[in-house]
């Protein structure tokens, strides 16, 4: 994330706390109310994915890994990205000194018309996995933490 978008994320969360007019004290009682809300939706996120299921839609093994280690929230938007990956191909290969460059057709609606977009990914394999990387030219992992259509294309 981008100085400017964490600062935004932060001042969204403390909108519904403070405003112009809190004083000092009265911000630090809202910031452990902030805080203690936070703590409290996470608890009750964690609790709803330990106990509910999905049944799985794929037969790729990276969705059981992703519903093992994801929020249920979390887990659904990655759902999507490996259903999207149905409209994606390999479009070619290439390497480029320490990384594969990869292009990912996939089928897009504009409007009622079909098109088809480009999109790059590159792949970095490492010795360990702090040597390992990963990009895609849609920066959904580097906005959102979510790997996407795209990168899961190349890697299931």
């Given at each position: 994330?981008?100085?400017?978008q964490r600062s935004e994320s932060i001042n969204s969360f403390f909108d519904k706390y403070v405003n112009r007019k809190t004083s000092l004290k009265q911000f630090v009682e809202q910031y452990e109310n902030a805080l203690r809300d936070r703590a409290e939706k996470e608890n009750v996120e964690d609790f709803n994915s330990y106990?509910?299921?999905y049944?799985?839609?794929t037969r790729y093994a990276i969705e059981k890994q992703m519903k093992e280690v994801l929020t249920n929230s979390k887990f659904?938007?990655?759902r999507e990205e490996l259903t999207g990956k149905m409209y994606c191909?390999?479009?070619?290969i290439k390497s480029q000194s320490d990384y594969l460059e990869y292009e990912v057709i996939e089928d897009v609606m504009n409007n009622e018309n079909l098109m088809k977009k480009q999109f790059t990914v590159w792949f970095k394999k490492g010795d360990s996995?702090?040597?390992c990387d990963i990009r895609c030219i849609c920066r959904l992992f580097a906005f959102?933490?979510?790997l996407c259509r795209h990168v899961v294309t190349v890697g299931v």
């Open positions: 994330m981008s100085t400017t106990n509910s299921w049944p799985p839609i659904k938007e990655f191909g390999i479009g070619s996995v702090d040597d959102r933490g979510m």
